[in-house]
């Protein structure tokens, strides 16, 4: 059994910054792309940022410059550093995983969400 474990939510001033963490639990032979996801109430969920295995990132747009992902692929951990947080970023924040159980069984897994709050 999979699990991804979140970590790292709260509730944060403008300007602040928090940093989000989840790992990936259970029977996992490689990690391919992991990734953060949010929902704000009223709104479509959104990729936030992601990573690959070997390191290549991607983020959307309006959080480029403030917010970093990371990973440790021996931990099979993803972070994402928040910087320079808005009230605009309030949100769920979901993790996000492809990842091999076996050698030709690849899944999709989703954590089970953190909230974010960004408010003075």
């Known amino acids: 059994q999979v699990q991804l474990v979140e970590s790292g939510g709260g509730l944060v001033q403008p300007g602040g910054s928090l940093r989000l963490s989840c790992a990936a639990t259970g029977r996992i032979l490689s990690i391919n792309v992991m990734g953060w996801y949010r929902q704000a109430p009223g709104k479509e969920r959104e990729l936030v940022a992601d990573?690959?295995?070997?390191?290549?990132?991607n983020y959307v747009e309006s959080v480029k410059g403030r917010f970093t992902i990371s990973r440790d692929n021996a931990k099979n951990t993803v972070y994402l550093q928040m910087n320079s947080l808005k009230p605009e970023d309030t949100a769920v924040y979901y993790c996000?995983?492809?990842?091999?159980?076996?050698?030709?069984?690849?899944?999709?897994?989703w954590g089970q969400g953190t909230q974010v709050t960004v408010s003075s």
């Open positions: 990573i690959t295995s070997g390191g290549s990132t």
């Open positions: 996000n995983a492809d990842l091999y159980t076996g050698w030709f069984s690849k899944d999709n897994y």
